[in-house]
């Protein structure tokens, strides 16, 4: 069974910037590619970002794109998210999950490991 355990969260202002992280003490997920999600109150959950178990090229929500950024650790077994510039719009808890599949992907279907989450709130 593989637990995520994220931390990073927090309330900050319209411009400030967080860095979430996520590790996976038993270090079984360095060869599946990880992402984060988040879910606002009242919606669904959508994908954010992830980075693929080479690291390679990560992938990226159009609303986040150039203002967060995915990364690995050596070991693969974490995977941080920088976010920068945050926007109101940023409120959500944020997701921490393993893919079953080495390569990055958007799709949460590929998903089949979740952190419990973690609060970010972006005040104007």
């Known amino acids: 069974q593989v637990q995520l355990e994220e931390s990073g969260g927090g309330l900050v202002q319209a411009g400030d910037s967080l860095r979430l992280s996520c590790s996976e003490p038993?270090?079984?997920?360095?060869?599946?590619?990880m992402g984060w999600f988040r879910q606002a109150p009242g919606k669904e959950r959508e994908f954010v970002a992830s980075i693929g178990w080479k690291a390679g090229t990560p992938i990226y929500a159009d609303s986040v794109k150039d203002r967060f950024i995915i990364s690995r650790d050596s070991t693969k077994s974490s995977v941080s998210l920088q976010m920068n510039n945050l926007k109101p719009e940023d409120t959500a808890v944020y997701f921490c999950?393993?893919?079953?599949?080495?390569?990055?992907?958007?799709?949460?279907?590929?998903?089949?490991?979740w952190g419990r989450g973690t609060q970010v709130t972006v005040s104007s």
């Open positions: 038993r270090r079984t997920s360095s060869n599946n590619a």
């Open positions: 999950a393993v893919a079953r599949t080495p390569v990055a992907t958007q799709n949460s279907y590929y998903y089949n490991y």
